[in-house]
């Protein structure tokens, strides 16, 4: 199967479609992490490749309802609706068979709700992070390990990056855990 996984830098689910033996690529404005077939660019150039699912984190910085006071302020300076315009234009991809990953946002009121929300203990990795999946012609995913969580990834009310003292990089915030990029990858590219 060709798969692209969109916005993706850290390579975590391009590898896990990888492992499995189809032919998966990143796409990301940053380098990728992880050695392995990756488009350094804008990935609505490329979504007319002949792919055969696509997986997509488009960046939350301007939807997630995270921002607290702030989203009225994205909202009402336009970058909220650019924001959601770029995922309208994921959407309307070519491509049969879509997931678009997202925190609770205002991607709610764009698309519509989720189809599924998972969380990294779910499928192995101690931690509560809701992650939002809107699906296109893919079934929800199933858990498949489910273990007690340890705590939330980021918790709600902290300032933006920060964790118990910690800061955590806009980086860490978005990661994909690796629990749940083997799910999809052995469920999905099944089908």
Known sequence: MKVLVACEFSGVVREAFRARGHDAVSCDLLPSELPGPHIQGDVL????????????????????????GRLNEKRADGRTEAAID??????????????????????????RRPDQVVEPYMFGDPWKKATCLWLYNLPRLVP?????????WVDAGEKVGQRRGKHRSSKERSKTFPGVAAAMAEQWGAL
């Not at 997931?99 to 698309?111: M, S, T």
């Not at 498949?144 to 939330?152: E, H, L, S, W």
């Open 45 to 68: 150039g490329h979504l007319d490749e002949g792919w055969d699912l696509m997986i997509a984190f488009p960046p939350c910085t301007h939807l997630s309802w995270a921002a607290g």
């Open 86 to 111: 770029f995922v309208r234009a994921l959407r309307a991809a070519p491509i049969a068979r879509m997931a678009i990953e997202n925190p609770r946002g205002d991607l709610w009121h764009a698309l």
């Open 144 to 152: 498949t390990n489910i273990v007690a969580p340890g705590g939330k």
